[in-house]
């Protein structure tokens, strides 16, 4: 059977095949032509989260979500572009058509699928829970129950988090914000990603902190693209990417490089994708 998908996507690069092509077309609403013809993707992603997405030494955007988005640039034969956004404001700058692609650390909700697409496959995973310090005598959620954490605004697990342990929490723009708040003792700890808070006990700086408590909730990480372009050539050619990306081994190999020990989600993915020749 024909795969009418597979056949609008090939279409659709083949009429790009060049940016040079693709300036003399007139796009209209179609993102990959308009990506191909600019020769640039325009991707958001955040300046904070350390090693996903932060500023280098020279002022440019590193990480292990800014090395896959150059992956997907690179396949596109553009440049990638890499636009600052933060939990709070990322989704409106997608709608707004101010980046084409979001790759900022957001978790796969249905309450977000109303607003934006997720590409699909996901390309991680995490849960929440809270960073405290070894002061602190908690091994249950209840034990805190009352207490304030400082959390980012728009993480999605601050309302459940909330609603279901009792907690208080101080949001603030970003993470730099959220330590502040922390160590001026405006609240008892962090409201955060297992991830991120596994790479901060990596760190001597927070020697005296632990993470006692039960992860919870563990929810796939998304790339998105605009509703308008779900299930578009645009949304299929990145969502091949990234299944390429689990199939070879490149995703667990970028964990490597940015100092992240392999998740297993990302080694589940593996497993299931991966060449059964090799």
Request: proline share 4%; with cysteine; glycine share 8%.
């Amino acid at each position: 059977m024909i795969n009418l998908k597979t056949l609008a996507l090939a279409a659709s690069i083949a009429c790009v095949g060049s940016a040079s092509h693709a300036q003399t077309l007139n796009c209209g609403t179609d993102t990959l032509c308009r990506v191909k013809a600019a020769g640039v993707l325009k991707i958001g992603t955040k300046d904070d989260y350390v090693p996903w997405s932060y500023r280098a030494a020279d002022g440019g955007f590193k990480g292990m979500e800014v090395d896959i988005g150059n992956k997907i640039a690179k396949a596109l034969g553009v440049k990638a572009e890499f636009v600052k956004v933060n939990s709070a404001n990322r989704f409106e700058f997608l709608a707004q058509g101010q980046i084409d692609l979001m790759l900022a650390s957001a978790s796969d909700t249905a309450e977000r699928r109303k607003i934006i697409a997720f590409v699909h496959p996901n390309y991680y995973s995490s849960g929440y829970t809270v960073f405290i310090p070894k002061a602190i005598k908690a091994t249950e959620w209840k034990q805190i129950s009352g207490q304030t954490l400082c959390a980012v605004q728009g993480a999605w697990y601050n309302k459940p988090a909330q609603e279901q342990f009792g907690i208080k929490v101080l949001a603030f723009p970003g993470t730099a914000e959220t330590e502040a708040a922390m160590t001026q003792g405006r609240c008892i700890g962090l409201l955060e990603d297992d991830n991120q808070i596994n790479v901060r006990l990596s760190d001597p700086k927070w020697a005296d902190y632990q993470m006692p408590l039960p992860i919870q909730a563990d929810t796939p990480w998304g790339m998105a693209v605009r509703q308008a372009d779900q299930f578009s050539p645009f949304y299929y050619f990145v969502a091949g990417v990234i299944s390429e990306m689990h199939r070879d081994g490149t995703l667990l190999e970028a964990e490597k490089a940015n100092g992240i020990k392999n998740s297993a989600y990302l080694i589940k993915m593996h497993e299931a994708l991966k060449d059964h020749i090799n």
